[in-house]
């Protein structure tokens, strides 16, 4: 095998793991919009009426939004072992039809376990979706010492948001889909999701005969967006959302993604993994002690300002590993700052904040990092996830030409794509901030980021969680909504990061919904390294002070 055959291969693998990472007649459409209520006290069962299910026609009139209805393909009892524990739930395979006989079906699953806990809890996906996630999966930066949903007794659901991943494809980056206007919008604006919800509870109740008593969504990186879309645009369809590392701007992103791309496919631009090695140690030799803490973990990255010109090879020429050539250090200060646009969209959006690699971010992250290859086109699969994105979008979502050379586009000056670029937005960028809908319902929000994420940038998470805060006012915001950012965790704790972030954030969301109790000096595990840190809301980073650097106990949250 050659080596760029084998570095072929070991893309595909990491691809594989990555997208198991990053993968939920009048008064029944009031029912639809309305949050869940109480369940009956009376008449309804623990275990599924499974078999009954299968063959199930769904009614259109039973979702919000116009589908042309749908049908349960099959419905059978699984026997499984989900966190350790052996679970026998009901499985329901389902499809959901489009309006335009030309878009994709929305494939969509249930998991309806025998001891139900009279609570649902849907999944969001990850990339371009495609597929449905795992429903035995867990929520964003999950515990590793506590039951994932399904073992609780949870109800959970997923699709795979109207669209099927070629499986020719690295998994999640199919954006073929996005040629189909239907298809665009149950993915971009989230229009499958309220679908998939109003179908699934449909199912649910035929099934235990009986209404949940509470119905949450937990989703990361597009599932995050999704996360931040149900709380936006139906602010009583969930009573709580954890929103993990959200994709929110999703546009905004893709521009500055396709920029990023133009400047790493220059010669001599861009890193190679050496280099790429030679900046992370670097920047964590330099900032790694700033929080009073050698351990690592750059936890104030807002005060780490290393500047990469002091890598610079002799002359700025590239004379091997050790060093960056002057075309390399203005790659890394791109990726690193924001990208601003001179033009206007109808999102309102005009910037994108820049990603973390100079204060404890990693290029070198497994498929979703910035690849070992430059960008070319045809885009090679040893890219960056993100070039790769914005490859299948340039293709599929603005262009609508599978040949068009994604190199073509500048991002800076979109010429006669301008148009398009802002009708986009309007689809992508999901960036309302007023949730006080979402608050007035009873709705509760955690919203977490890793502050050293390579694939989203937490500066947008951070970005969006001030918005909130300017519209709603800071006390109603703290009072249904919770901003954590990890020091050291990246994307999905995915490869190796500094901090593979471990918090039992269903537990917290449930004791907030159901009984008022709001997360109290909550301590988040590295499921890597064993220790603890607090977690500290945003601004606030974790500060040693004294003692053991692996216990929480021995850190202050600071600013």
């Known amino acids: 095998m050659s080596s760029t055959s084998a570095r072929g291969a070991r893309a595909r693998r990491f691809a594989v793991l990555a997208s198991m990472v990053l993968s939920a007649g009048v008064p029944q459409v009031l029912g639809a919009e309305a949050a869940t ?10 275990a599924p009426r499974c078999a009954a299910l299968d063959g199930t026609t769904i009614p259109a009139s039973v979702m919000s939004l116009p589908t042309t209805g749908g049908r349960v393909t099959s419905a059978s009892v699984v026997t499984g072992v989900v966190s350790g524990t052996t679970v026998e739930y009901c499985q329901v395979e389902a499809h959901l039809f489009p309006v335009d006989p030309s878009a994709p ?56 948001s109207g669209h099927r991943q070629s499986p020719t494809a690295p998994p999640s980056l199919d954006g073929s889909f996005g040629a189909n206007d239907e298809a665009l ?34 989703g990361g990186s597009t599932g995050g967006r999704e996360a931040l879309v149900v709380a936006q645009r139906w602010p009583r369809a969930f009573d709580g959302v954890i929103s993990g590392y959200p994709a929110w701007n999703n546009l905004a992103e893709a521009l500055d993604l396709g920029y990023l791309t133009q400047i790493l496919s220059r010669p001599g631009a861009f890193p190679g993994v050496e280099k ?7 920047v964590r030799h330099t900032c790694d002690g700033l929080d009073g803490a050698e351990d690592g973990v750059v936890s104030d990255p807002d005060g780490c300002h290393f500047d990469p010109v002091t890598l610079r090879c002799p002359r700025g020429a590239d004379t091997g590993p050790t060093c960056l050539s002057d075309p390399q250090i203005k ?16 999102s309102g959006e005009s910037q994108y904040p820049g990603f973390p690699f100079l204060s404890g971010a990693d290029m070198r992250t497994p498929f979703l990092g910035f690849g070992t290859t430059a960008p070319a086109d045809p885009m090679p699969v040893t890219s960056g996830y993100g070039m790769q994105y914005w490859d299948q979008w340039v293709k599929y979502f603005l262009t609508r ?26 689809i992508q960028d999901r960036n309302n901030a007023d949730l006080r809908p979402f608050a007035r319902a009873g709705g509760k929000l955690l919203l977490l980021h890793g502050a050293a994420d390579e694939l989203v940038s ?39 990061p500094a901090f593979a ?15 008022g109790r709001a997360p109290r000096n909550p301590v988040v595990s590295d499921a890597a390294h064993h220790r603890t840190r607090p977690l500290c809301e945003y601004p606030e980073w974790p500060r040693h002070r004294a003692g053991d650097q692996d216990s929480a106990a021995s850190f202050v949250c600071t600013r």
Do not use: C
Not at 190 to 207: C, E, I, P, V, Y
């Open 37 to 46: 209520p109480p369940a009956a006290p009376g008449g309804s069962t623990t």
């Open 105 to 160: 079906d929305i494939t969509m699953r249930v998991a309806l376990p025998q001891d139900w806990n009279h609570k649902a809890l849907m999944f969001g996906g990850g990339g371009y979706n495609g597929t449905v996630p795992d429903l035995t999966g867990n929520v964003p930066f999950g515990p590793t010492d506590a039951p994932a949903p399904l073992a609780r007794g949870y109800a959970t659901f997923a699709s795979d």
């Open 185 to 218: 919008r149950n993915f971009s604006a989230g229009d499958a999701l309220k679908k998939t919800r109003d179908a699934s509870l449909f199912l649910l109740r035929r099934a235990y005969r009986a209404e949940p008593a509470h119905t949450f969504f937990a």
């Open 276 to 282: 790429q090695t030679l900046l992370y140690d670097s």
């Open 331 to 346: 790659a890394v200060n791109a990726m690193s700052s924001p990208f601003r646009w001179g033009y206007r969209v109808a």
């Open 401 to 426: 030409d599978p040949h068009h050379n994604s190199l073509d586009i500048d991002p800076r000056h979109p010429g006669k794509w301008l148009d398009r670029i802002s009708r986009l937005s309007t």
């Open 458 to 496: 937490p500066r947008s998470t951070n970005d969006y969680y001030e918005r909130v805060r300017a519209t709603v006012g800071a006390r109603p915001t703290h009072d249904f909504l919770r901003y954590y950012v990890v020091p050291g965790a990246n994307h999905a704790n995915f490869g190796t």
């Open 501 to 515: 972030a471990s918090w039992d954030s269903l537990t917290a969301l449930e004791q907030w919904v159901e009984q």
